[in-house]
T-cell receptor, first 113, second 112 residues
Framework: GDSVTQMEGPVTLSEEAFLTINCTYT??????LFWYVQYPGEGLQLLLK?????DKGSNKGFEATYRKETTSFHLEKGSVQVSDSAVYFC????????????FGSGTQLTVLP | DAGVIQSPRHEVTEMGQEVTLRCKPI?????LFWYRQTMMRGLELLIY????????DSGMPEDRFSAKMPNASFSTLKIQPSEPRDSAVYFC??????????FGPGTRLTVL
């Protein structure tokens, strides 16, 4: 079945540091890939997505590129801020008729001033 | 536009009691999803609906859990009887044509 493996956290960085959160997936066909962010006490919010190989999703300074050859969708940001502290989830949606998302386990990010 | 609305935001109940969680999806969305989030198991899909019809309920843990969607603007997730191991945050999400899912703020359930 489909699965998503995320880099284990927690991750602690200083403000303005470079961020990478690794995500790899296993799926049949060509899934769509997503990054969601969850701020404390809130629901998940879509951060960015990519629907086909080599697509780059970007939002709020975050980027991720759909790499089919390495089955990866790593999240990056060049300069993190304290306000980026949250839990980040990588997810995929299978290319078939099913519409459910398969989530990774989440990575807690804390950015220190 | 209003996002996905869930109620209550917090629920504390005693073991054996019935619990009903409510969700109002975004207007016009035809898919609705119920998830459970715990530290041990992460985010789990419980059930999802398309056009008010349950499509996949394979994630519903057991017969104590049931979900309904009587119309396009309302869904419930019921637990009867509740148990301490049901304590979790329950999220509802909706989407249009199965595309991007938009999540509600969640209901934090504590069963004593």
């Amino acid at each position: 079945g489909d699965s998503v493996t995320q880099m284990e956290g927690p991750v602690t960085l200083s403000e303005e540091a470079f961020l990478t959160i690794n995500c790899t997936y296993t799926a049949t066909g060509y899934p769509s890939l997503f990054w969601y962010v969850q701020y404390p006490g809130e629901g998940l919010q879509l951060l960015l997505k990519a629907t086909k190989a080599d697509d780059k999703g970007s939002n709020k300074g975050f980027e991720a590129t759909y790499r089919k050859e390495t089955t990866s969708f790593h999240l990056e940001k060049g300069s993190v801020q304290v306000s980026d502290s949250a839990v980040y989830f990588c997810a995929l949606r299978d290319a078939g008729s099913a519409r459910q998302l398969t989530f990774g386990s989440g990575t807690q990010l804390t950015v220190l001033p | 536009d209003a996002g996905v609305i869930q109620s209550p935001r917090h629920e504390v109940t005693e073991m054996g009691q019935e619990v009903t969680l409510r969700c109002k999806p975004i207007s016009g969305h035809d898919y609705l999803f119920w998830y459970r989030q715990t530290m041990m198991r992460g985010l789990e899909l419980l059930i999802y609906f398309n056009n008010n019809v349950p499509i996949d309920d394979s994630g519903m843990p057991e017969d104590r859990f049931s979900a309904k969607m009587p119309n396009a603007s309302f869904s419930t997730l019921k637990i009867q009887p509740s148990e301490p191991r049901d304590s979790a945050v329950y999220f509802c999400a909706s989407s249009s044509r199965g595309d991007t899912q938009y999540f509600g703020p969640g209901t934090r359930l504590t069963v004593l």
